[in-house]
């Protein structure tokens, strides 16, 4: 039965700096790993932690360096791709060292275990804000879903493959979805898309295949769906999901960060 923890959508800045003159992500990113912490009596064993892109706000060494500091307490391994906000060289020189990193071009990763395969694909286009996996993203994919038979897959993106109704995001999704949904098609396990980019709790389909989307850590995207809106943060609490294979069946619960009263016995039941 394993385990994924998902978090998203970091947005680390220089020490002593908000996000948007309003977020403190790094106060928000601490409470995410000492939320992770104390739940994993509860919830564990966890194999690892997924971030599905955005770590940095600006791409830089810096706040790569500040991101790896405050999950450092961090009592699982972890992993990430990057969002449109990184930068792929100064995230893969920051990370370089990590095992997993890849040496040169998107920065894909696969992590397999018994029952489950997690597939991390990179979606970043430098400098804009939609995604586009690389040719050779969706050709390893492809390869990679050849040699698995039918074990349930958990594959993680940044930019999402479904609309939110949300325009100003939903014009900066993955651009070329169709491809990925060509390449996942055939395949006879479960095929689980997680993703980030829109900072809400969101799940669709794309041909049939679950897609789920992953709050953020400490801030969200505005949810107006109104035609001529504007794109906006909400300061709602940050979250993050639990994905499991149970029973063959993968799961995802949505739990949030921060410390809550309880648990509580149900008196009388």
Request: proline share 7%; glycine share 10%.
């Amino acid at each position: 039965m394993t385990k994924i923890i998902q978090i998203s959508d970091i947005h680390i800045v220089p020490e002593g700096q908000l996000a948007y003159e309003k977020v403190d992500t790094a106060a928000a990113l601490a409470d995410t790993v000492a939320t992770i912490n104390r739940w994993l009596p509860a919830i564990g064993p966890v194999a690892m932690v997924i971030v599905t892109g955005d770590v940095t706000e600006h791409g830089t060494e810096e706040e790569y360096r500040r991101f790896q500091d405050i999950m450092a307490p961090l009592q699982l391994p972890w992993r990430a791709v990057p969002g449109n906000h990184d930068a792929r060289e100064p995230m893969r020189a920051s990370l370089a060292s990590s095992g997993w990193m890849p040496a040169s071009g998107p920065i894909d990763w696969v992590a397999e275990f018994d029952d489950l395969a997690v597939i991390c694909l990179d979606t970043l286009v430098e400098g804009r804000p939609h995604g586009e996996l690389a040719p050779q993203s969706l050709e390893s994919l492809s390869a990679r879903l050849a040699v698995l038979g039918d074990k349930p897959v958990l594959l993680g993106l940044h930019h999402p493959p479904i609309t939110s109704g949300i325009a100003a995001m939903d014009a900066n999704n993955l651009h070329n979805a169709g491809a990925l949904r060509d390449v996942i098609a055939g395949y006879k396990g479960e095929v689980r898309i997680v993703c980030g980019h829109l900072h809400r709790s969101i799940a669709g389909l794309l041909d049939g295949r679950i897609c789920q989307v992953c709050p953020g850590t400490s801030h969200a995207v505005t949810l107006d769906q109104r035609a001529n809106a504007g794109n906006s943060l909400t300061v709602e609490p940050g979250a993050m999901m639990l994905h499991e294979l149970r029973d063959g069946v993968l799961l995802s619960h949505w739990i949030p960060v921060g410390r809550f009263d309880g648990p509580h016995p149900f008196l009388g039941v």
